[in-house]
DNA sequence: ATGGCTGCAAACGTTTTGCACTTTT
DNA sequence: AAAAGTGCAAAACGTTTGCAGCCAT
């Protein structure tokens, strides 16, 4: 499991502050773990715990919250990014509905097979992105019947 | 390999036009594969070819080339976005060095394994996208100096 | 001749930035 | 007290759109 103290620890020692916004942010992702949250969404459900959360500071928490890889930002929609919090004991990957846009979470990962091949040609592979598109169960259905 | 005379029957077949912009485009692809080119990339190479490219037509055929399956598209770099032209016979992924922005092309994929792990849950797989992300050979050399 | 395609300019939504002020350390 | 963080508003950026005219079929 995470905890909200190893990681609020670890900004401390990199010579970040604890501020009210910063840690309902850092909240605000550990309860949706296993979701990609969009920054509005993340933006809005701040606001619910703490209403001065302004957008511009979330932006700039997350973009730290990622230097320092503790979260993870995709680009799923195109539109706006997503961002997850990063789980060591928990590492997986999702598929995402072409057509109602759920993710499901895989716990799956061929990373290893990867990382050894390309390890050969000398380069050193620190992260990695998997998505997987396609249709869940109930849309496929949909597509069948229509 | 890939023949552009095929890639443009399979747009008038579906009822698009060939005029010198989109010809331009698609040609501007096929000259790049196995890599990434932006969008700003490929209006720049495509006026070189053809000078009264606008940018505007750039996106909408990038658009309709995507609907159609002719390319990928990805969001590496977070700022714009980055297209490749598809090549059935050349299915590969990226590994993108976080320091110089070199991306170079594995030809090995795991995606099988994958699908067959999610199609238990009725989840259909049509498309994927994986990356890696670490230090080319050079840049380790570089980090190792300093 | 028709319908699709283009260039242009303006609009849009997301993200970033400068600055004065506030908060954490 | 110093340094980092914030809110606000404005700017920047990539992308999309409406429209009048153009071009491939």
Redesign the interface.
């Known amino acids: 499991m995470i905890k909200i103290d190893e990681i609020e620890e670890s900004l401390k020692n990199k010579g970040y502050k604890l501020t009210k916004q910063r840690n309902s942010i850092i909240e605000v992702l550990i309860e949706n773990i296993g979701k990609f949250l969009s920054v509005e969404d993340i933006y809005l459900k701040c606001k619910d715990k703490y209403p001065k959360t302004n957008l511009s500071t979330v932006y700039r928490n997350l973009e730290i919250l990622e230097d320092i890889n503790l979260v993870h ?1 995709t ?1 799923i929609t ?1 539109a706006s ?1 997503s961002y997850e919090i990063v789980c060591s004991d928990c590492h997986h990957h999702h ?1 995402i ?2 057509t109602c846009g759920k993710t ?1 979470v ?1 716990d ?1 990962c ?2 290893q ?3 050894s ?2 390890a050969e ?17 109930n849309c ?1 259905k949909k597509v069948i019947k229509e």
């Open positions: 930002k680009n195109g990014a598929v509905c072409k499901e895989i799956f061929p990373i097979e990867f990382t091949k390309v040609d000398g380069f050193l592979v620190t992260d990695h992105k998997i998505e997987l598109y396609g249709y869940c169960k496929t």
